[in-house]
């Protein structure tokens, strides 16, 4: 059964860092894309930053692009986000998601999903 289980969410000041990581089980990250999502109250879901496991290929949303990095650890089957210069437009609960894909119109999905991590910025 593919787990994926998110840690690494908390309480930060705006310019603060975090990184969230994203252990995944029962499924390999080396073929596949992987990616974080996040969403607010009141908000659809969006997706964050996706990678390529087999060639390190990374895609990022705007509004996180230069602040955000992606990155997996295939000995541990891990993914992680580090997020640096945070903002309060930036809380929200993070998702961990394999498989990704990109739907027509240009939103991300994912096949597999974890129960996600909260992640809180004051101003």
């Known amino acids: 059964q593919v787990q994926l289980v998110e840690s690494g969410g908390g309480s930060v000041q705006a310019g603060g860092s975090l990184r969230l990581s994203c252990a995944v089980s029962?499924?390999?990250?080396?073929?596949?894309?992987m990616g974080w999502f996040r969403q607010a109250p009141g908000k659809s879901r969006e997706g964050v930053a996706r990678?390529?496991?087999?060639?390190?290929?990374?895609h990022y949303a705007d509004s996180v692009r230069g602040r955000f990095t992606i990155s997996r650890d295939f000995t541990t089957n891990t993914v992680y986000l580090q997020m640096n210069n945070l903002k309060p437009e930036d809380t929200a609960m993070y998702y961990c998601?394999?498989?990704?894909?990109?739907?027509?119109?240009?939103?991300?999905?994912?096949?597999?999903w974890g129960r996600g991590t909260q992640v809180t910025v004051s101003s």
């Open positions: 998601g394999a498989a990704v894909v990109v739907r027509y119109g240009g939103d991300w999905s994912a096949d597999y």
């Open positions: 029962a499924y390999r990250i080396s073929n596949t894309w």
């Open positions: 990678i390529y496991g087999a060639n390190g290929v990374t």
